[in-house]
């Protein structure tokens, strides 16, 4: 099975803040993987897909990268509305596996 | 719209037996694969089961194989997780997820489906 690593667990930023998380691949993925926001209470949301491609109606403050295993996720300017848990998604085979969060605070 | 919506959560006990199911509308039902993805209270999430368009090909967890059913009628849009032999650990939120267009990331969930497994 591949196994997601994501860091760091808890992210505690400022609005205005650029901010980056991480997600580790046991092995090769390609660029399949996703990121998901996902609020108290709420579903999940698709945010990133195939590793860089903004999702529709996801503002472009939302960017997605990769480095070989190793995939990011950065908000450019940190919004009252991004404080939520984050979460990374591989989906380059069965079976399918998450990252273990990280979650956004207030500072 | 795109929309699913799980029904059939509640309490059941300890080696007990539970169906789920998912209504999807606003899409080509039979055009996409589905998941079910679970979410334990205050834990992350963690997929449970996929089924293609065709409802022939599926793929479980390992920690669920044996104990839970993927399926799907088309006929009546609906997608189903019959759950068995539940567990203690099996309590969670269950959420009924759609397939993008290309590839089995997520692009529609649903509301969730709670489900309690004590005595």
């Known amino acids: 099975d591949i196994q997601m690593t994501q860091s760091p667990s808890t992210l505690s930023a400022s609005v205005g803040d650029r901010v980056t998380i991480t997600c580790r691949a046991s092995?090769?993925?390609?660029?399949?993987l996703a990121w998901y926001q996902q609020k108290p209470g709420k579903a999940p949301k698709l945010l990133i897909y195939?590793?860089?491609a903004l999702e529709t109606g996801v503002p472009s403050r939302f960017s997605g990268g990769v480095s070989g295993t190793e995939f990011t996720l950065t908000i450019s300017s940190l919004q009252p509305d991004d404080f939520a848990t984050y979460y990374c998604?591989?989906?380059?085979?069965?079976?399918?596996?998450f990252g273990g969060g990280t979650k956004v605070e207030i500072k | 719209e795109v929309q699913v919506l799980e029904s059939g959560g509640g309490l059941v006990q300890p080696g007990g037996s539970l169906r789920l199911s998912c209504a999807a509308s606003?899409?080509?039902?039979?055009?996409?694969?589905m998941s079910w993805v679970r979410q334990a209270p205050g834990k992350g999430l963690e997929w449970v089961s996929a089924i293609d368009g065709t409802g022939r090909t599926t793929y479980y967890a390992d920690y669920v194989k044996g104990r839970l059913t993927i399926s799907r009628d088309n006929s009546k849009n609906t997608l189903y997780l019959e759950m068995n032999s539940l567990r203690a650990e099996d309590t969670a939120v269950y959420y009924c997820v759609k397939d993008y267009s290309s590839g089995h990331q997520f692009d529609c969930w649903g509301q969730g489906a709670l489900v309690t497994v004590s005595s």
């Open positions: 195939k590793a860089s």
């Open positions: 092995q090769s993925i390609s660029s399949w």
């Open positions: 998604q591989q989906y380059h085979s069965y079976p399918l596996t």
């Open positions: 606003g899409f080509t039902f039979s055009n996409y694969g």
